[in-house]
């Protein structure tokens, strides 16, 4: 019987998914953790078949997450469970290795489905998320995210939280001063001149609550 991570912050929600699971799938164990330093680590000491992934979530970024789970145990599958905008992070999910993305707004039973044909060895994916980006002269004013690398999007979002660059730092194993960088290099791309113009851009394309 499959052996099941549950990677999420919100305990009820990892309650949720574990109950239906075990109901409807009869897995054989469900682990849980609430950050991706966690769960990179109960991966290595448990060995799980896959993992359910939120990408929100604090210590690591679920997209930094994914390729240290794989590190941690090869044989891994990641099935991405995510309230972020799918047309945005799916693509960026699938290129960092994850066998699926599931948007949290689905119900409950697709949620379920989905991870049993990850688990059968599928791969699920919103349509397109296999699209190519574009590059910056194609690039209108709806497509500057994709111009975007995994690094500077986790970037963006946590400024956009209001963190400092010190915490960011912090939580990404990285100096103020590289952070600063970033920070200038996401400005450059998506033309921006300010902390307030990056958070109202964020806040447009849904990238924060």
């Known amino acids: 019987m499959a052996t099941i991570l549950i990677v999420d912050d919100h ?13 409807l ?3 054989g164990d ?26 929100d979530i604090p210590r690591i970024s679920g997209l930094d997450v994914i390729p240290r789970l794989k590190l941690a145990h090869s044989s891994i599958r990641v099935l991405v469970l995510s309230g972020q905008d799918p047309v945005t992070f ?20 697709e949620i379920v489905r989905g991870v049993e044909a990850v688990l059968a060895g599928y791969t699920v994916f919103p349509m397109g998320a296999g ?38 730092g912090d939580a990404l194993f990285m100096s103020d001063k590289t952070v600063s960088t970033y920070k200038s290099r996401i400005q450059e791309k998506l033309g921006l001149s300010s902390l ?14």
Request: without cysteine; glycine residues 8%.
């Open 30 to 55: 469900v682990i849980e953790a609430d950050n991706g330093q966690a769960a990179v680590e109960l991966a290595r000491q448990h060995l799980p078949d896959i993992a359910i992934l939120d990408l």
């Open 25 to 27: 799938l009869g897995v």
């Open 196 to 209: 307030a113009g990056l958070i109202e851009f964020a806040t447009l394309q849904k990238l924060i609550d």
């Open 131 to 168: 699209a190519a980006g574009m590059s910056p002269s194609e690039a209108g004013e709806e497509d500057k995210l994709k111009l975007l690398s995994d690094k500077e999007l986790v970037i963006l979002q946590m400024l956009s939280k209001g963190m400092s660059n010190k915490t960011i």
């Open 11 to 23: 305990p009820a929600l990892r309650l949720v998914i574990k109950t239906h699971l075990l109901q």
């Open 90 to 109: 799916a693509p960026r999910a699938m290129r960092s290795g994850a066998q699926g993305f599931v948007a949290k707004s689905q119900e409950m039973k």
